[in-house]
């Protein structure tokens, strides 16, 4: 399994930046996809994920700000940030897991890096 993702930048406090993730190869493996971010000095932390069957987690720290959403069709997962803040501020590494591993992540995307100015 490959993992693309795209999307990350340079944004405001504030402002709005949509990541996406496709998968591509063995997809039938996957079950979890979703997104760990790491800020410099700091461990890799769920951000969000989201089942095959739609069941979203999300840490603490962006619920009502970050959205996941999926397309099992095109094997692609989204994460719409909104409100950004400065501690958003991380690389951002989409992940895929097998059925019933949870969030745990087996197969891991490249990073991408946001950060938000204040």
């Known amino acids: 399994v490959q993992l693309q993702a795209s999307g990350g930048g340079l944004v405001q406090a504030g402002g709005s930046l949509r990541l996406s993730c496709a998968a591509s190869g063995r997809t039938f493996l996957i079950d979890t996809m979703g997104w760990y971010r790491q800020a410099t000095g700091k461990a890799r932390e769920l951000c969000a994920s989201?089942?095959?069957?739609?069941?979203?987690d999300y840490a603490d720290a962006v619920k009502d700000r970050f959205t996941i959403s999926r397309d099992n069709a095109k094997s692609t997962v989204y994460l719409q940030m909104s409100n950004l803040k400065p501690e958003d501020t991380a690389v951002y590494y989409c992940?895929?897991?097998?059925?019933?591993?949870?969030?745990?992540?087996?197969?891991w995307g490249r990073g991408t890096q946001v950060t938000v100015s204040s």
């Open positions: 989201i089942s095959r069957g739609s069941s979203t």
């Open positions: 992940f895929a897991g097998r059925p019933r591993a949870g969030s745990t992540a087996e197969f």
